[in-house]
């Protein structure tokens, strides 16, 4: 016999499954219940029954500052390339949408996308300090592309994550290190700066 789930049973499954991922990624209560719809009691009590350990240093509101996507330097590199894995998951939102309301962007199709897009970049970065709230923001503020955007590296063509008010051009960590490396090799030190002084003495 066929037996095919409903919409609303699959949805509720749905449900439970990004609930259950995104409490295990300690996610804030707040972004969890928009992209479920679970209410927040409703997740302390699914956190209990899943033995989660909740951690007592996610409260309040998410940060949301694109400041710290590019400061300090190792920042910028991990939101690069956690950017260039939303763009190969095809999790990046359209432009149009990176002004509407936050919790209209908070849907259950894009956590469920995001995901797993956000465990395959932790995998290949376990130390990285970007956490799945700070992934979410990044997008959005890669989709507003006002204070950051992504381009690709003059010297390289990298994906980069800029800074729109900066005078510096795109330009990767590495190809940057580079130049620096370059410039110092390039710069006569103290005792070749005159040759003939010593002959003089
Ligand atoms: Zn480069």
Redesign the pocket.
Known sequence: MDISASDGALRHVRRHRLAWRLLVHQVRAGMISAMTSFSCHQLSTLRRRWDIAANRHLRGRSPISPNRYIHPRRARSESAVLAAFCRIYGVALPGHLAHAPRNRLLTLELGERLCPTYEAFRACFPQSTLDFEKAVTLIVEIAKNDQIGLER?E????T?LIDRLAPRGP??E??EQERRHKRALSRPSPRTKDPGAAARR
Do not use: W
Request: aromatic share 10%.
């Open positions: 590296c010297s390289c063509g990298a980069v330009i990767c590495y190809c």
